[in-house]
């Protein structure tokens, strides 16, 4: 039975005993360095021969955990095991399905803490963002259970004399859940439940720099009982299991989040059809962002300063909707860029397992070169306003960066960076900065800051992207409140989160009975 939906609360750790537990957590999960976590294919748990271990960026020689790394015969096993079990799983009722995420909510929630500092761990998030993305985690597994029950009863036709006519929505087969490591949580959990509770089963590919988050997340399924077979879990690289299940004739669906580059390339796959297909693969698809902030002359310069500096530097800027471009009237810029240079130099850098620090480490070594990279030539196109200087001595720590005097057209407003690198961009008018916000092949999250109403609505109907903000951050969307998904190269714009993304995992079918 659904129930009226409420998103998880973020825990306050600013309470002595919420930190106490927090710190009680990361004991706990550092204790289990070095564990090895298995497949899971068809309910069996599976060890290989090669193995993946995930380290901790914030202290590089630690390796968190040890993942499997999955063979070609592997992601072909655990198809097959995905279309046994959809013949019966497709059959469970809706209701059914959805007891099911409940109770995965419930698991999660009771080990909140343990969660969020595997994550502190494996991919180097504060405690608040580690928080947070347990508590969307919770959020995607009681939506999509509610909505998982409100779609199975199918659509309002209108009816025509001498007959009953209905439109039901059914599951459409087998799909490749190839999740981001930047949420390895959250959003894993969400594109995964999506696709089970609507009566579909999966094959689970999870990144290979966070892949023992995501066997935490397997162990649960697990415990709550869902049936073998719905979720199959193959931690392995992209080059080979994620290239197989992509090419795979037997795959009906691909829910991808991550790069535009291995995003565009999906797509080029689903429009093949291979020897064996009868269907055209559905795509669903997020990859990424180069979102912008508006600062009108006349908008509240505090508010904005801080609003784009969280949502420039929140994890390291490693988010698809981090701001990366400060759009900046030419009335009010050399007193924004005054106030942004002392908000930043604020901003604490160090170990995030320590409470207090609000960056941690970027996430790999290359994430580390790619962002050294984009600072050279930020040098080289701009001015350098704060940061610039990075560390991998210990730990792959990187000093949030913000240039002035960036071009609209400079690599550095125009590339996506993917780090803690802020281009800030001189508009001539209002005119010229919302030029300058569509001048990209981006179009996921955006915002601005002003206190103009009439240029608050031109911004509305005219700033182009699929989420966007009005006098606050541009980060942080909320299941059920702000579905997510942008335009353009940032993808299919599936809207994660929102009343219509379920539908993405169904298809329609009429049936009209004759009365005798």
């Known amino acids: 039975m659904s129930r009226e939906f409420r998103n998880e609360a973020l825990t306050d750790f600013t309470k002595p005993e919420n930190r106490e537990k927090m710190e009680a957590a990361l004991s706990k999960v550092a204790n289990e360095f070095g564990k090895e976590y298995p497949l899971l294919i068809g309910g069996k748990r599976i060890t290989t021969e090669k193995k993946i271990k995930s380290y901790n960026p914030a202290r590089k020689s630690e390796v968190v955990g040890i993942a499997q790394k999955a063979s070609k015969a592997d992601a072909l096993a655990a198809l097959d095991a995905a279309w046994k079990s959809f013949e019966s799983w497709k059959r469970v009722n809706a209701e059914e399905r959805a007891g099911y995420l409940y109770k995965l909510a419930e698991k999660m929630r009771a080990k909140k803490y343990e969660l969020a500092a595997t994550m502190v761990y494996e991919v180097s998030k504060s405690w608040a963002e580690a928080d947070a993305d347990v508590a969307e985690a919770i959020d995607f597994c009681e939506f999509y259970a509610d909505e998982a029950i409100r779609y199975s009863k199918g659509s309002p036709c209108v009816q025509y004399p001498g007959e009953t006519n209905e439109l039901r929505y059914i599951p459409i087969g087998v799909g490749a859940v190839i999740p981001p490591w930047n949420f390895p949580l959250a959003i894993l959990v969400g594109m995964t439940t999506a696709a089970a509770v609507t009566g579909n ?5 999870p990144a290979s720099d966070a892949p023992i988050i995501a066997a935490r997340f397997i162990e649960l399924v697990e415990e709550v009982g869902i ?5 199959n879990f193959v931690s392995g690289s992209g080059s080979e299991v994620g290239e197989t299940l992509i090419t795979n004739p037997n795959v009906r669906f691909i829910s991808f989040t991550g790069s535009k580059e291995v995003g565009l390339h999906i797509a080029e796959e689903c429009g093949k059809t291979y ?6 693969k559905r795509l669903v698809s997020e990859m990424g962002g180069k979102d912008a902030t508006i600062v009108d002359s006349e908008a509240d310069i505090d508010a904005a300063v801080e609003g784009v500096a969280i949502s420039a530097f929140g994890f390291q800027g ?14 009010i810029y050399d007193q924004f860029v005054e106030k942004l240079a002392e908000r930043v130099k604020k901003i604490v850098v160090g170990d995030p397992s320590k409470y207090g620090n609000y960056m941690g480490a970027v996430s790999s070594k290359n994430a580390f070169e790619k962002i050294c990279e984009y600072i050279e030539i930020g040098k080289k196109e701009g001015k350098l306003l704060t940061g610039g200087e990075a560390s991998s001595e210990n730990g792959y720590f990187i000093q949030p960066t913000v240039f002035t005097n960036i071009d609209p057209k400079a690599r550095l407003a125009q590339e996506e960076i993917f780090g803690p690198v802020l281009a800030v961009i001189k508009a001539r008018d209002f005119n010229h900065a919302i030029e300058i916000f569509n001048n990209t092949d981006y179009g996921l999250t955006g915002g601005i800051f002003s206190k103009n109403k009439d240029k608050l609505f031109r911004a509305k109907e005219e700033c182009y992207c699929g989420n966007f903000y009005i006098n606050r951050k541009i980060t942080g969307a909320l299941v059920g409140v702000q579905p997510f998904g942008g335009y353009n190269m940032s993808g299919t714009c599936s809207k994660a989160g929102g009343r219509d993304y379920l539908g993405l995992f169904l ?10």
């Not at 089963?201 to 590919?205: D, E, F, I, N």
């Not at 020897?275 to 055209?280: H, L, M, N, V």
């Open 201 to 205: 089963t999966v094959v689970l590919k």
């Open 227 to 231: 049936p073998v077979g719905v979720i």
């Open 275 to 280: 020897p064996g297909q009868k269907w055209i």
């Open 318 to 331: 490693q988010k698809c909707s981090a701001c990366s471009r400060a759009i900046v009237d030419a009335k």
């Open 507 to 516: 298809q329609g079918k009429s049936i009209c009975e004759k009365i005798l």
